[in-house]
């Protein structure tokens, strides 16, 4: 069955909202809500079909826009390919060109509406930052709970408590303490034993690659409200990343790191292969820092992630 290419947009208005558009109950899927786009002509470049889609359907003409993630799908009756872009800005007042009902919904708003399966891994990356702070190792408790307070307000959203130094009461201690400075700011992810997922509902949980491989096939540990994240160095964590229902993965180590010397890096061409087989958002991380976001992007990255290159100076 041939794959049918479609482009589609992540539209955030001022306020950080999302556009949305429902489909025609005569469509495929029909009836779900989708982000907007549609079929990418032969000869047509990625870009130019979704300028012209959303001039179509939305009367609104796209400025700037950036890679956010690829989709490849297979329903029963239709395989399809979904790149999908991030518009950052734009002329005109978005409506319902075609008689498609539209609304403007919050981020974590999102899964509350039903989707097509095959925009499931786009409603996760358009509610995910670019940018995953890890924090850094050796650090007294003090230092580490004013990094995390000084990166939330700094914009920082997403937060890996990270403390392999750090025997297990005083790591689930920081956690508490962590827990509250993110609420209703940033999404704290943790890392531990399985067993203390219910001591921390309201984290997310980031598996080592050894977790992966001795729960994936148990599937996933909690219901999708709550975030899921792995981190993966090959082509074979990422299948058990798959495997288990994860939200988003790390994958590195993209170029040579302080911290993991001994660590062959993938590079950037590897990178971008293992991300182009994975169709969930994968931050890219070791020996990359902020200013790699766009390079990630194009190699079909999330964005980054970092230790060193995103903690803040105390």
Same mark, same amino acid.
């Given at each position: 069955?041939? =794959?049918?290419?479609?482009?589609?947009?992540?539209?955030?208005?001022? #306020?950080?909202?999302? $556009?949305?558009? !429902?489909?025609?109950?005569?469509?495929?899927?029909?009836? $779900?809500?989708? /982000?907007?786009?549609?079929?990418?002509?032969?000869?047509?470049?990625?870009?130019?079909?979704?300028?012209?889609?959303?001039?179509?359907e939305?009367?609104?003409?796209?400025?700037?826009?950036?890679?956010?993630?690829?989709?490849?799908?297979?329903?029963?009756?239709?395989?399809?390919?979904?790149?999908?872009?991030?518009?950052?800005?734009?002329?005109?007042?978005?409506?319902?060109?075609?008689?498609? &009902? @539209?609304?403007?919904?919050?981020p974590r708003?999102? &899964? #509350?509406?039903?989707?097509?399966?095959?925009?499931?891994?786009?409603?996760?990356?358009?509610?995910?930052?670019?940018?995953?702070?890890?924090?850094?190792?050796?650090?007294?408790?003090?230092?580490?709970?004013?990094?995390?307070?000084?990166?939330?307000?700094?914009?920082?959203?997403?937060?890996?408590?990270?403390?392999?130094?750090?025997?297990?009461?005083?790591y689930?201690d920081?956690?508490?303490?962590?827990?509250?400075?993110?609420?209703?700011?940033?999404?704290?992810?943790?890392?531990?034993?399985?067993?203390w997922?219910?001591? /921390?509902?309201?984290?997310?949980?980031? $598996?080592?690659?050894?977790?992966?491989?001795?729960?994936?096939?148990?599937? =996933?540990? /909690?219901?999708?409200? !709550?975030?899921?994240?792995?981190?993966?160095?090959?082509?074979?964590?990422?299948?058990?990343?798959?495997?288990?229902?994860?939200?988003?993965?790390?994958?590195?180590?993209?170029?040579?790191?302080?911290?993991?010397?001994?660590?062959?890096? $993938?590079?950037?061409?590897? *990178?971008? !292969?293992?991300?182009?087989?994975?169709?969930?958002?994968?931050?890219? @991380?070791?020996?990359?820092?902020?200013?790699? !976001?766009?390079?990630?992007?194009?190699?079909?990255?999330?964005?980054?992630?970092?230790?060193? *290159?995103?903690? &803040?100076?105390?």
């Open positions: 069955m041939k =794959r049918v290419h479609v482009v589609a947009a992540v539209i955030r208005g001022m #306020d950080g909202r999302i $556009l949305i558009a !429902r489909r025609a109950d005569t469509q495929h899927q029909g009836g $779900l809500w989708e /982000f907007p786009g549609g079929k990418v002509e032969p000869g047509e470049s990625v870009e130019a079909a979704l300028a012209r889609e959303l001039d179509e939305l009367g609104i003409q796209v400025t700037r826009s950036r890679p956010l993630i690829k989709v490849s799908h297979d329903y029963p009756d239709k395989h399809v390919l979904l790149e999908v872009r991030e518009v950052e800005a734009f002329t005109g007042e978005p409506h319902g060109a075609e008689g498609q &009902p @539209l609304a403007w919904v919050a708003e999102l &899964p #509350d509406h039903a989707f097509p399966e095959a925009n499931k891994p786009i409603v996760t990356a358009a509610r995910l930052p670019d940018q995953y702070l890890i924090t850094p190792d050796g650090l007294d408790v003090p230092d580490m709970l004013k990094g995390i307070q000084k990166a939330v307000a700094n914009g920082i959203r997403l937060i890996q408590l990270r403390a392999p130094d750090m025997y297990d009461p005083k689930r920081v956690a508490v303490d962590a827990v509250g400075l993110c609420a209703g700011k940033a999404q704290l992810m943790l890392k531990g034993p399985l067993e997922l219910g001591d /921390f509902p309201s984290a997310g949980w980031h $598996l080592t690659a050894a977790q992966l491989r001795k729960y994936a096939d148990k599937g =996933r540990p /909690f219901p999708v409200q !709550r975030w899921l994240a792995a981190s993966c160095h090959n082509a074979e964590e990422l299948a058990l990343a798959k495997q288990m229902g994860v939200d988003f993965v790390t994958l590195s180590p993209v170029q040579p790191t302080e911290s993991h010397p001994q660590a062959a890096p $993938l590079g950037w061409e590897q *990178a971008q !292969r293992l991300i182009a087989g994975f169709d969930r958002p994968v931050y890219l @991380l070791g020996g990359v820092g902020p200013e790699a !976001r766009e390079q990630a992007w194009l190699a079909g990255a999330q964005g980054v992630a970092g230790i060193r *290159a995103f903690w &803040p100076a105390l």
